[in-house]
């Protein structure tokens, strides 16, 4: 049975034109001409900043990048075999497929399970809750998803604010309901923002302006609002220093990582979000440098980068966009993007044709080329929502802490190899226990899905939790692969707890096994009841 509420896109426009219906009507006038000109600086602002920021993806982790950036115009070709455009133009394309701006998000996530392209952190845990039947919103909560806060819809959401020139409430709304395929607070509130401040972009000539607007999309109380006010409040004391901002970021959320929170490595939204914000407001609206401090502050620099020169792309519009940079869009302006039939040029006009469809659904008018957009006032009227609040990492245990664990029946020692040595402990046989004692408040077992992966009971204190089934339709490789927090139960009252995993008989049929691959077991404390000790 599939699980979970199914919440349609096109409710946004419903929603934004009953909200609106007793504001005082503004509009902004934009020519087709000069609309197509910033989707066209969009797309390439994207291509841009993650071409001039692959190179030093997570290579600085918790310190900035002090190395050089090499840039020359050729390298934007390899912009079509990326995953941060591949991605989202997977979800335009889903759209043109069914039913446009009405396709239900149920269509989007099942496309984007079945398509061809591996993914990894929260988007594979989305992929994976559609084929065990857990649906939007579920698939994105944090009950199913341990990467709910992760930084995957913050890099998929450009589109929703291309499409939504000028109606930042329309473009939250929509990204709202599409990002809980694979998100849910603070990593819901990322592609809010980003999208927002797209969709503000098209009628604003400063980055610093659409930033501070932008803010007003989500909730000030939660954890990503706050990254990002600490950037404007840094900026405003001292907008020459970016360096002392990111320091704050860095003390307060440079360990908020849940999901790898053993390593300096950071692919939570909020603090990538943050330096997004830190090029924007820190570039003084020069595309390079924007993208050099979002490089330089490190961690996810090529999705930072694309983020924040995709909003310049806008406000400045393609024709501006220095040649040295561009000049080489022209030559592959034709060429599909990996896994998909869409082309730069295809990218730009499908993207002007469903601006203009929610321009004229969102009350504005097209007449003699000339688009009367109806601008929409932006404040967030929703509940806070925060995943795993209060959480961090108590310790963790690794499979060759033997003595930390138990094990029963047959088990197997297991290692990827080719530089990635971490021990793994295997079941070959329905039966086989995997036990152990813990104190804290949560609890994950990091492990990996497989073609062989089978099924599991897992009980908390001798209840049972859940059933968990690691099978999956590709081999894991080494590093990322599909490796992935396989159960989770992060709402445990803080003290003494037992874990025990029991692999069942049962398997899909497709798997060639009963295999459950364990790599650490990580425990987490309330930093509540810490403090207060």
Same mark, same amino acid.
């Given at each position: 049975m599939k699980r979970g509420i199914i919440v349609l896109p096109f409710l946004w426009v419903l929603i934004c034109l009953l909200s609106c219906s007793k504001e005082k009507q503004s509009f902004a006038v934009i020519s087709k001409t000069e609309l197509?000109?910033?989707?066209? /600086?969009?797309?390439?602002?994207k291509m841009i900043g993650v071409m001039k920021g692959i190179g030093m993806e997570f290579k600085a982790a918790s310190v900035t990048y002090e190395d050089s950036i090499i840039w020359y115009p050729e390298m934007i070709e390899r912009a079509l075999l990326e995953d941060d455009i591949y991605g989202q133009l997977s979800f335009m394309s889903s759209m043109v497929r069914n039913q446009g701006l009405q396709t239900p998000v149920s269509k989007l996530a099942e496309d984007f399970a079945n398509a061809e392209f591996n993914l990894c952190h929260a988007n594979l845990q989305a992929r994976k809750n559609f084929f065990d039947g857990i649906m939007p919103p579920l698939s994105g909560a944090p009950a199913y998803n341990m990467h709910a806060n992760d930084i995957d819809f913050q890099i998929e959401s450009d589109y929703?604010?291309?499409?939504?020139?000028?109606?930042?409430?329309? &473009?939250?709304?929509?990204?709202?309901?599409?990002? $809980?395929?694979? &998100?849910? +607070? #603070?990593?819901?509130? +990322? !592609?809010?923002?980003?999208? *927002?401040m797209h969709a503000l972009a098209f009628f604003e000539k400063d980055a610093k302006v659409v930033v501070k607007k932008a803010l007003q999309a989500i909730p000030s109380e939660s954890q990503y609002a706050k990254a990002i006010q600490t950037v404007i409040d840094g900026y405003e004391q001292d907008p020459s220093n970016w360096r002392s901002a990111w320091q704050i970021l860095q003390d307060r959320w440079g360990e908020s990582?849940?999901?790898?929170?053993?390593?300096?490595?950071?692919?939570?939204?909020?603090?990538?979000?943050?330096?997004i914000a830190m090029g924007l407001?820190?570039?003084?609206?020069?595309?390079? %440098? @924007?993208?050099?401090?979002?490089?330089?502050?490190?961690?996810? @620099?090529?999705?930072?980068? *694309?983020?924040? &020169?995709?909003?310049?792309?806008?406000?400045? !519009?393609?024709? &501006?966009? #220095?040649?040295?940079?561009? =000049?080489h869009i022209p030559e592959m302006a034709d060429k599909p993007f990996l896994y998909t039939d869409i082309s730069f040029n295809k990218a730009v006009s499908l993207t002007q044709s469903f601006a203009e469809e929610n321009i004229l659904t969102n009350g504005g008018n097209l007449e003699d080329d000339i688009y009367r957009v109806k601008l929409q006032p932006l404040l967030? =009227?929703?509940?806070?929502?925060?995943?795993?609040?209060?959480? =961090?990492?108590?310790?963790?245990?690794?499979? =060759?802490?033997?003595d930390l664990y138990r094990i029963e029946g047959n088990w197997e020692d297991f290692r990827y190899g080719e530089g990635d040595n971490n021990l793994y402990k295997v079941s070959t046989t329905p039966g086989d226990i995997f036990e152990v004692e813990f104190s804290g408040s949560g609890i994950s077992v990091l492990g990996s899905y497989n073609i062989d992966g089978g099924t599991a009971m897992a009980y908390i204190d001798g209840e049972p939790f859940r059933e968990f089934n690691c099978y999956h339709r590709t081999e894991a490789g080494k590093w990322n692969g599909n490796r992935q927090h396989i159960i989770h139960k992060m709402d445990l009252a803080e003290g003494d707890h037992t874990l025990r995993i029991v692999v069942s008989d049962k398997k899909e049929e497709a798997s @060639? /096994?009963?295999?459950?691959?364990?790599? $650490?077991?990580?425990?987490? %404390?309330?930093?509540?009841?810490?403090?207060?000790?």
């Open positions: 197509n000109d910033k989707i066209k /600086g969009a797309w390439a602002g929703i604010g291309f499409i939504n020139p000028g109606m930042p409430r329309a &473009a939250t709304l929509m990204a709202d309901s599409v990002g $809980r395929i694979m &998100a849910y +607070g #603070d990593g819901l509130y +990322g !592609g809010m923002f980003v999208s *927002a990582d849940l999901c790898v929170p053993y390593h300096p490595f950071n692919i939570d939204a909020t603090i990538n979000g943050a330096y407001l820190y570039g003084e609206n020069n595309m390079e %440098k @924007t993208i050099e401090i979002a490089i330089r502050c490190g961690q996810d @620099t090529d999705c930072n980068a *694309a983020n924040a &020169a995709a909003v310049l792309g806008i406000i400045q !519009g393609y024709e &501006a966009i #220095d040649e040295e940079l561009k =000049s967030f =009227s929703g509940q806070l929502e925060q995943a795993f609040p209060n959480m =961090s990492m108590s310790h963790f245990i690794q499979m =060759s802490d033997t @060639t /096994g009963h295999k459950i691959y364990i790599e $650490r077991v990580i425990v987490y %404390k309330d930093t509540t009841l810490s403090a207060s000790k």
